[in-house]
Nanobody
Framework: HVQLVESGGGSVQVGESLRLSCVVE????????FGWFRQVPGKEREGVAA???????TYEDSAKGRFTISLDIRVSTLCLQMDALRPEDSAMYYC??????????????????????WGRGTQVTVS
């Protein structure tokens, strides 16, 4: 049984930090890409960052220099450290996983096909 469960969201002020976590169950971490996505009501889902078990990470422009994605295989947890938060970072954040077979190159949040495994999300509000 595959399960992804996010936590760590909340309400913070501009410039503050949050650390999101996603516990992964039921997947071989060495054979999947893992990513963070976000969505605001009425807008399309946006990719934020992705990584594999070797720590090869990619970031969308909005996250570069401020966010850090990491995968701790010892505790099967995907994290997103978010620093210098801005109001435009406010969204529901989701973690996702997909087989590396769906990616032509490195794990990327806006390439390949993220179809199969999603968490329910955690809300981040920056004001």
């Amino acid at each position: 049984h595959v399960q992804l469960v996010e936590s760590g969201g909340g309400s913070v002020q501009v410039g503050e930090s949050l650390r999101l976590s996603c516990v992964v169950e039921g997947l071989d971490l060495t054979r999947h890409c893992f990513g963070w996505f976000r969505q605001v009501p009425g807008k399309e889902r946006e990719g934020v960052a992705a990584t594999d078990f070797k720590g090869r990470a990619t970031y969308e422009d909005s996250a570069k220099g401020r966010f850090t994605i990491s995968l701790d295989i010892r505790v099967s947890t995907l994290c997103l450290q978010m620093d210098a938060l801005r109001p435009e970072d406010s969204a529901m954040y989701y973690c996702a996983a997909e087989s590396t077979a769906f990616f032509p190159g490195p794990c990327s949040p806006n390439e390949g096909s993220w179809l199969n495994y999603w968490g329910r999300g955690t809300q981040v509000t920056v004001s």
